[in-house]
């Protein structure tokens, strides 16, 4: 099937198979490699990105579900060579250990941080609970959260 797709600005069309999930459509067709895939059941949250501006677990998702769409995935985040303030949270807080979760997280932590710019830390921590870190206690994850929270974006990144 033909499908067309807009992935973080750029419009995309390719011929996938019907059965292609989104995860893969993204790492093995469009080679963006920051969207991770983990589980293929939806429980570990790695594969999350954005579907017309609302988080999806992408392993979720047809390939051909998306058509017509507007995607935006972690590499969508920056603008040009500014990390945007999500990503600046985790590094300046130490949000990460081995990174396998940390694109959904960002994903996730910036889609909080656009509808509630000023999270608790409770909300923080249901937005997240929706995906898995088996590296960390979630401490820093949610430190990175209110980093950012407290540096907003100088700049929209539109995508």
């Keep these: 099937m033909q499908i067309t797709l807009t992935v973080n600005g ?8 019907p059965r292609m999930l989104l995860v893969h459509f993204i790492r093995d067709e469009l080679l963006l ?3 991770h895939w983990g589980c293929d059941t939806s429980n570990c949250g790695t ?3 954005w579907v017309d501006g609302e988080p999806v677990k992408s392993c979720t998702m047809l390939a051909v579900m998306a058509d017509g769409r507007a995607i935006r995935t972690v ?5 040009g060579a500014e990390l945007d303030p999500i990503q600046q949270g985790f590094i300046e807080c130490h949000g990460l250990q081995c990174g396998f979760c940390t694109p959904g997280m960002m994903m996730t932590g910036r889609w909080l941080l656009d509808n ?5 830390e409770g909300e923080i ?5 929706g995906q898995i870190c088996r590296c960390t206690g979630y401490k820093n994850i949610v430190s990175a959260i209110q980093w950012a929270a407290e540096h907003p974006a100088t700049s ?4």
């Design 156 to 159: 929209e990144v539109t995508s």
């Design 10 to 17: 750029t419009e995309y069309t390719r011929d996938v198979e």
């Design 116 to 120: 509630n710019p000023n999270p608790s």
């Design 47 to 49: 594969c999350t990105l």
């Design 75 to 79: 590499e969508g985040l920056a603008n």
């Design 125 to 129: 921590r249901e937005c997240i609970s």
């Design 33 to 35: 490699r920051g969207t």
